[in-house]
């Protein structure tokens, strides 16, 4: 085993921050990506995190390129995060912390795995990871498809407010966290306190449920249901398990009780 | 937040020091308040005793020199009387220690009387187990301390980012389990139960060195696996009685364990080769000793893995 560090520079010793915390703030993008028509390709063996998502802003926002292949990322976080616009990105490998966070329109797909919290916050788009991620996967996303073709951490979705998240394995303890609203599909087994305090929408179980979180009860699945984990399936390729649990929202927590228990004592 | 990282040569040795300081330095965003390491070298029937007589962070009075070499001096004298055959000591900073030496006795007692020499705190003791830990990040303490050239079978490292208690050598990872021999704990993550779990131990005669959570961890896992237990039982009995949120490694002179706890609320990415375990908070910190695209996994709450070097 060959093992030498190719971590670049920023990792050795941290980025340069100046005194409002911003990372690397004179970096410009770096120009290196080689375009071919509509598509580019970018090795990100040699850069930093600032100058790799400097470079996929330049290529999607001035160059009008519409596909971009990204080499060697190294497991970095916080790549690919921040983009606004319709476009398609391939990452060659694994992706650190925070991948693809807070996007809203690109067409991901990460070959490799994932660290905690990617995607999160999407508006709209997709993301595929093709192994595995970490814990609070999906965190916050409010639109677009986020599949999972491996395994995924704890927490998944949690604070979810729409959009779908589809796990080809396992999930964690806490999946669902106070979901509000969207759809979660999990093929595997799902840890302990699955959608706790969740408000509202859907988790819909392939395996064994190793207990529900507070306030999460199981539902009748309904041909709609059917209908949509069909139609998701079809399109990422999964394969689909016979039968799928449905967990919703038991709606106990909606309401506080205004009254503290001495006083409902009282009333009783 | 803090990051831990580890590695197990399977079967061989390897370039221990290098390798834990490139795993910590990368990792070095998540805690740059002081970085420690537990390294193994090869086991002799020496006995390593790494201690320190002061800390960066105290005054530099006129007779600081002075009374360090004062201080080494009755260490060596105390080791003397209690009938170890000193074969070195040596400076490896300026306030910090090595010392090898045979010695056939109980380790408590030993332990203790070195720390009652002013200023003195034991960091590790054993046949192979040495812990370095200082302010600063990776490359500081290994620069400081050499690490560059360490072989060895199986480290453990810690970067930390000061929650429960002072920044100072005291408070750096990893712990030794004081007094059993190569013992020693990285932890990530706040015990709620800790003084519950500190009394109980010193009731039953452990003293601990600082004012830190993770300390009971080591003392706990060490004085099971004295009571006859297997480390993985020990580890997975802790999960029970151990409560707040944690992955910490433990370390043995032939083990390496991990353990998450039931909310699995702090990270942990493993790697599993036929010739190398790697694990660490980020991949990233796996990357940096491993230099090609891997396929990695985050263990579930309640899990608890244990290799053998």
């Known amino acids: 085993m060959t093992q030498t560090s190719t971590a670049p520079e920023e990792t ?20 290196t990506a080689v375009i071919t028509g509509e598509r580019a390709e970018l090795d990100a063996a040699e850069l930093t995190t600032r100058q790799i998502n400097l470079e996929l802003r330049r290529l999607f926002y001035e160059e009008g390129i519409s596909e971009v292949l990204v080499r060697n990322p190294a497991a970095r976080h916080s790549i690919a995060v921040g983009l606004l616009t319709r476009c398609r990105i391939r990452i060659d490998g694994s992706l650190g912390y925070f991948a693809c966070g807070l996007i809203d329109g690109p067409e991901v797909h990460i070959t490799g795995r994932v660290g905690w919290s990617a995607a999160e916050n999407m508006m709209s788009g997709v993301v595929v990871i093709d192994k595995n991620a970490g814990s609070l996967t999906g965190a916050a996303i409010r639109g677009g498809d986020l599949v999972v073709r491996g395994h995924v951490g704890a927490r998944t979705g949690i604070d979810q407010k729409g959009g779908t998240i589809i796990v ?8 669902g966290f106070m979901m509000q609203r969207g759809r979660q599909i999990i093929c595997g087994d799902v840890g302990p306190g699955l959608g706790d305090s969740m408000y509202d929408g859907a988790i819909y179980v392939g395996g064994k449920v190793a207990s529900l979180g507070v306030d999460c009860v199981e ?17 990422y390729g999964l394969q689909r398990p016979d039968r799928f649990r449905k967990f919703v929202c038991g709606k106990k927590l909606w309401n506080y009780d205004s009254l503290e228990p001495n006083e409902r004592k009282l009333v009783l | 937040m803090c990051g831990i990282a580890g590695i197990i040569y399977r079967g061989k040795t390897g370039d221990v020091g290098r390798d834990m300081t490139r795993m910590l330095q990368s990792m070095r965003h998540r805690g740059p308040d002081s970085t420690g390491f537990a390294l193994y070298g090869e086991p002799t029937d020496l006995l390593v005793m790494r201690f320190k007589l002061a800390d960066p962070t105290d005054e530099r009075d006129f007779e600081f020199t002075e009374r360090l070499e004062r201080n080494r001096r009755e260490v060596e004298a105390r080791l003397a009387k209690l009938g170890a055959t000193i074969d070195r000591v040596q400076g490896e900073s300026e306030y910090a220690y090595r010392a ?10 030993l332990a203790d009387y070195v720390e009652d020499v002013p200023g003195a705190e034991v960091l590790s003791l054993g046949h192979s187990l040495e812990i370095v830990k200082d302010l ?13 050239g360490f072989r060895g079978t199986h480290a453990i490292g810690h970067v930390r980012m000061a929650t429960e208690s002072d920044v100072d050598i005291a408070g750096a ?14 932890h990530n993550g706040q015990l709620t139960n800790y003084h519950q779990w500190r009394r109980r131990l010193e009731r039953q005669g452990h003293r601990f060195q600082s004012e830190c959570d993770s300390e009971i961890i080591a003392v706990y896992i060490a004085q099971r696996m004295e009571d006859g237990l297997s480390l993985e039982t020990a580890m997975k009995q802790s999960l029970d009685d151990l409560d707040g949120v944690f992955t910490y490694l433990v370390v043995t002179d032939t083990q390496l364990g991990v353990a998450k706890d039931e909310m699995a609320a702090k990270p942990l990415v493993l790697y599993e080769t036929d ?12 990357r940096a000793v491993v230099n090609h695209e891997i396929d990695t996994y985050d263990p579930y709450e309640r899990e608890v893995l244990v290799w053998s070097r």
């Not at chain 2, 090898?100 to 007692?109: A, D, Q, V």
């Open chain 2, 100 to 109: 090898t030496f045979r010695y056939s006795g109980e380790l408590k007692p």
């Open chain 2, 136 to 148: 600063g990040d990776a490359q500081t303490v290994a620069r400081q301390y050499h690490l560059d």
């Open chain 2, 275 to 286: 010739d190398m375990v790697a694990l660490a908070s980020e991949e990233i910190a796996i």
């Open chain 1, 219 to 235: 539902a009748e699945m309904t041909p709609a249901d059917e209908e949509l984990i069909d139609r998701k399936f079809r399109i």
């Open chain 1, 168 to 175: 080809g394995g396992n999930a964690g303890s806490m999946t």
């Open chain 2, 173 to 186: 990872h990893p712990y030794w389990a004081y007094p059993f021999s190569d013992v020693a704990v990285v």
């Open chain 1, 12 to 31: 050795r010793t941290g980025p340069r921050v100046d005194q409002r915390g911003l990372a690397e703030p004179d970096v410009t993008a770096p120009k």
